[in-house]
């Protein structure tokens, strides 16, 4: 099981030849087991950022989502009171960005490594991460 910071769900849709090897390899061994973790403040930041044309696809919201959610057997974790918890009590290390504290703890809660290029969640010992 991993779980998926919102530029991999991006890049996976859209530019996958920016995915790396080992990233690559994680989503697609995940994807045959259905074991795809979603944190459902990446559909809220994939939203934004195509309102604010910051990511400009030739569809809508809604059926960019469908397409990508028909692609991948992906599971749609919600923030329960025990990432919401841990998101805000996390260390400092974690930026400040309550979507990145959120996919955060929803990784370490659902025990389910973090898929990113981000240099600061990789860097972190708070969170086990692939990339």
């Known amino acids: 099981m991993i779980t998926l910071d919102t530029h991999i769900i991006i890049w996976d849709a859209l530019q996958p030849e920016k995915l790396s090897p080992k990233a690559r390899k994680a ?3 995940a994807n045959e087991m259905g074991e795809i973790v979603i944190a459902d403040i990446s559909l809220w930041e994939i939203a934004m950022l195509m309102a604010k044309k910051r ?3 030739d ?3 809604i059926e960019f989502i ?9 599971v749609f974790e919600s923030i329960t009171p025990e990432i919401a918890d841990l998101s805000i009590s996390l260390h ?9 504290r959120l996919i955060c703890a929803t990784s370490i ?14 860097a972190s010992k708070l969170v086990k991460t692939i990339w």
């Open 92 to 100: 400092s290390e974690i930026n400040l960005d309550p979507a990145d």
């Open 27 to 29: 989503i697609d061994r």
């Open 109 to 122: 809660v659902r025990v389910a490594p973090l898929v990113t290029a981000d240099s600061n969640l990789r």
């Open 59 to 61: 569809t809508t919201y």
């Open 66 to 74: 469908s397409l990508v959610r028909a692609a991948n057997h992906y």
């Open 55 to 57: 990511l400009n696809i």
